[in-house]
């Protein structure tokens, strides 16, 4: 059975027992998330899509931890300029390991 949901303006493809990070979300270490835009529903053969969300259909999982992801860098210059712009992003995380698929 997997699913997939819209969090954070992507979407992800799930499962039980997967651990997803996704963009930062305001919740503690350790509580329980629900996201109930879920797009598809797929159990055994069967296949529901939503018109956008699937109705009555929840992927509820637990916060391990919050984190920032490895930095890039953004090096930008221009030729013979003297134009030098370095700056580094480190985007932040939410990472969650799925419990339930209820659709």
Do not use: C, N
């Not at 797929?42 to 391990?64: H, I, Q, S």
């Not at 992801?69 to 030729?79: M, N, P």
């Not at 995380?93 to 209820?102: A, H, S």
């Amino acid at each position: 059975m997997y699913a997939i949901i819209e969090t954070g303006g992507k979407q992800y493809r799930v499962q039980e027992g997967d651990v997803v990070r996704v963009e930062k979300l305001d919740i503690a270490e350790g509580e329980t998330v629900k996201f109930d835009k879920v797009l598809l529903v797929a159990d055994e053969g069967e296949l529901k899509v939503g018109k956008p969300y699937v109705d009555g259909a929840v992927v509820e999982g637990t916060v391990e931890s919050q984190g920032k992801a490895k930095k890039i860098i953004i090096f930008k210059y221009k030729a013979k300029k003297d134009y030098r712009k370095k700056q580094g992003h480190r985007q932040p995380y939410t990472q969650i390991k799925i419990e339930k698929i209820v659709g």
